[in-house]
């Protein structure tokens, strides 16, 4: 039997490099999504036998310096991002919840609940849970994870994507770092997420504008 390291060395190298990246090939899109669903049912199968697919409520000692923690952070990026929109296209501030309020609250309720968790289970739990065993450096496999998270939005071919799931990346790897809790993590990932589109950064993600 094939050593186990190898084994989950080649299978991140295929689930986490290689799939993102053939989205950018010219192959039928039939195709991207049987292997995109291949890939998220086998990771699926694998936490089931892991016995990580149950809802588990956080530790008690988690929930106050994560709240603190996740505030602070916050208020940091509602400042850099309600700058950054209101000096490059001031016209989008917060124009889909003044002009499209029912398309706001569809975005955020598909966001939190369609994407959040599903990147949560994949790129925190399972990525966790499979390869941490094999990065001593605990900074490194943080940097590894955030690299590679971006990388998974490789397809949307924005570059302002690039940085921003770069960067949440940092910050989702290492609350789950701390707390192992899917569920603090997935909150502070809807928390950011939500707020970008609400600011006015959704057409900027490639996500439906007030136009």
């Given at each position: 039997m094939m050593d186990t390291k190898i084994y989950k060395g080649l299978e991140l190298f295929f689930l986490f490099v290689l799939l993102p990246v053939s989205f950018l090939w010219n192959y039928p899109a039939i195709f991207k999504v049987i292997f995109t669903i291949g890939g998220f049912v086998y990771i699926l199968i694998q936490?089931?036998?892991?016995?990580?697919?149950?809802?588990?409520?956080?530790?008690?000692?988690?929930?106050?310096?994560?709240?603190?923690?996740?505030?602070?952070?916050?208020?940091?990026?509602?400042?850099?991002?309600?700058?950054?929109?209101?000096?490059?296209?001031?016209?989008?501030?917060?124009?889909?919840?003044?002009r499209k309020p029912q398309l706001w609250l569809m975005i955020l309720f598909i966001y939190t609940f369609l994407s959040v968790w599903p990147q949560e289970i994949i790129y925190r739990t399972f990525f966790y849970e499979r390869y941490e065993g094999l990065i001593n450096n605990k900074w490194l496999f943080v940097f590894i994870n955030a690299i590679l998270f971006s990388l998974a939005h490789l397809f949307l071919r924005n570059f302002l994507v690039q940085v921003l799931t770069f960067i949440g990346g940092?910050?989702?790897?290492?609350?789950?770092?701390?707390?192992?809790?899917?569920?603090?993590?997935?909150?502070?990932?809807a928390i950011y997420g939500n707020w970008l589109f609400t600011v006015g950064m959704g057409e900027m993600l490639a996500f439906p504008g007030a136009d």
């Amino acid at each position: 039997m094939m050593d186990t390291k190898i084994y989950k060395g080649l299978e991140l190298f295929f689930l986490f490099v290689l799939l993102p990246v053939s989205f950018l090939w010219n192959y039928p899109a039939i195709f991207k999504v049987i292997f995109t669903i291949g890939g998220f049912v086998y990771i699926l199968i694998q936490l089931k036998k892991s016995d990580l697919l149950k809802l588990r409520f956080p530790k008690v000692e988690y929930w106050k310096p994560f709240w603190v923690e996740t505030i602070v952070k916050l208020a940091i990026v509602i400042v850099i991002t309600g700058l950054y929109v209101f000096f490059m296209a001031p016209d989008k501030l917060f124009s889909v919840l003044i002009r499209k309020p029912q398309l706001w609250l569809m975005i955020l309720f598909i966001y939190t609940f369609l994407s959040v968790w599903p990147q949560e289970i994949i790129y925190r739990t399972f990525f966790y849970e499979r390869y941490e065993g094999l990065i001593n450096n605990k900074w490194l496999f943080v940097f590894i994870n955030a690299i590679l998270f971006s990388l998974a939005h490789l397809f949307l071919r924005n570059f302002l994507v690039q940085v921003l799931t770069f960067i949440g990346g940092l910050l989702f790897a290492y609350t789950y770092q701390k707390t192992k809790s899917t569920t603090l993590v997935s909150v502070e990932h809807a928390i950011y997420g939500n707020w970008l589109f609400t600011v006015g950064m959704g057409e900027m993600l490639a996500f439906p504008g007030a136009d």
